[in-house]
């Protein structure tokens, strides 16, 4: 079993939905990431949490320390939205970055 | 404030071969970090370095080294190459850690023939 764990691998939507990509993980940790990798592979760093909730424009990230689960949302998604979206674990105590494995989301005009 | 660059972003190389890839941070930052991206294995961490240390290792072959210079401009370097080695090598710098914002450089995608 993976130490990060990313649900759903894939997904489609229609313009304007709510998305929501989930991330669990296994490990204790000391910092959360999402990331966001677009075709050609630039990555981008969306929201770096370790604790409660983070929001930037559209997109909204959550963490639950305690279940070991986090949430990246999007709201009123755009088709400039479709990209793979990576959760990213630091490890209590340890400087390493642990990857999912990311969820391609496709936003249809 | 410049971006993260990485040289080159294309290279072809041939079994049994070594390279080099170069990562300039974005000037300021002291951390800067190494990952492989593979479709079959995903993103992995190679190795961080601070203030020309290399602080932590990820679970490569010692083919796999790194340096970082006192300007805060890193190498990492492949020996004796494979072609299980074709990947896109990214670099991150942050300011610290990588417990902080990472920023991304845009890759050198490697190709071994």
């Known amino acids: 079993k993976n130490e990060v764990e990313q649900s759903p691998q894939n997904l489609t939507a229609q313009e304007g939905e709510f998305i929501t990509i989930n991330c669990s993980y296994s490990v204790g940790i000391s910092a959360l990431h999402w990331l966001q990798q677009h075709p050609g592979g630039g990555i981008v760093s969306l929201f770096m949490l370790s604790s409660g909730k983070k929001k930037h424009g559209r997109l909204i990230a959550t963490i639950n320390i305690q279940e070991k689960h986090s949430s990246l949302h999007i709201t009123a998604s755009h088709p400039r939205d479709s990209a793979v979206y990576i959760c990213?674990?630091?490890?209590?105590?340890?400087?390493?970055?642990?990857f999912g494995t990311g969820t391609r989301l496709t936003i249809i005009p | 404030k410049a971006g993260v660059t990485q040289t080159p972003r294309y290279l072809i190389k041939t079994r049994g071969q070594q390279v080099t890839l170069s990562c300039s941070p974005i000037?300021?930052?002291?951390?800067v970090s190494w990952y492989q991206q593979t479709p079959g294995q995903g993103l992995q961490f190679l190795f961080e370095y601070f203030s020309e240390t290399q602080r932590n290792k990820g679970n490569f072959p010692g083919r796999f080294s790194g340096r970082q210079f006192s300007n805060s401009r890193s190498e990492m370097n492949v020996s004796t190459l494979e072609l299980g080695d074709s990947a896109l090598y990214l670099c991150a710098s942050s300011l610290a850690s990588p417990a902080a914002t990472q920023y991304f450089g845009p890759g050198t995608r490697l190709t071994v023939l």
């Open positions: 990213a674990v630091l490890s209590g105590g340890n400087e390493k970055l642990t």
């Open positions: 000037s300021g930052h002291r951390s």
